[in-house]
Each structure stands twice: as C-alpha cells, then as structure tokens.
C-alpha cells in the first residue's frame, strides 16, 4: 500500500518490482513526473517521499510499502494557503517565468519545494546543493534561484 497525493493506492502483486515512476506514468496516469535519464541524474523524474525529494527512476514501488508520496499533482494540496490552487514554489516558477521547453520543470519544482520544506530562507549554497542534478536543457538556472528566493519569502510572509 502507498499513499500517493492523499489516496490510498493498493499496490498489485504484479507490478511491485517496478519503479515508482513507472507505476506512477503507467498505471494511474499520473504523468506529470517525467522520465529523462532512467540513472537518477536528471532530477526529471523526482517526487517526493515522506517530504524528501528523491528521484522516482531509481526506487522500486516495493520498496516505498507504506509511504507517502506527493507527486507534481499532488504539490499543492501540500500548501496550506494556495494562492489560485498552486504552491507557492508553483507560483514563484509562474512569476519569474522560468519555464521554456518545461520538461524539467516537475522535478525542478519538486526538488526546490523540498528545499523550502527543509530550509525556509535557504542561501545560495543551499540551493546550488538542493538543486544539484536537476538538469535544465535551456539553461534557465538563474531564473530557478530567483524564483526559490521569491516562493521563501512568500512562504515567510505567510508565516
């Protein structure tokens, strides 16, 4: 069993061995987790476990028995104040306009919402080791940390 955005999920018997991004994309559609490398190295594929970001590519659902699990889907029902449904990291990408081609953007956002959740004014090097291994083919890592600082302060200002 696993509890994944909120629902119980009764894992089968026949997909236990998978990986958990698989399972997530394959067998109930939640396909705002990205596959990129399939080696742990992109950060596309991360989501979050028991609040930790870790990347889904590399974890079995078998090993994840009883576990909360908080996919892109699920982030912002995380947030106890979304401002239009969205997490405030979700919000900040939006403001900054950081995406471009937007496929990294999931485990981006994933990764610098566990950052917050850990770090409420992270500096730089918080973030450069928060942010490590995520990959952004278009290069918008100046854009990311602009928006990390501005999603903390409007965590700290809802405070």
Known sequence: ???INGSTIQVPNNVR???LLNFL?????????????????????????DGEAMRSCQITVNELDGEKITTIEGLADTW?????????VQSAWVEKMVPQCGYCQTGQIMSAAALLNETQKPGPEDINMAMDGNICRCGTYNRIREAINLASKNIEGSS
Do not use: E, Y
Request: aromatic share 2%; hydrophobic share 30%; net charge positive.
């Open 1 to 3: 069993m696993l509890l």
């Open 17 to 19: 061995n998978v990986t």
């Open 25 to 49: 994309r394959d067998h109930l559609g939640l396909t705002g987790t990205k596959f990129g490398c399939s080696i742990g190295q992109c950060g596309a594929c991360t989501v979050h476990v």
């Open 80 to 88: 106890r104040d979304g401002k239009d449904g969205l997490h405030p």
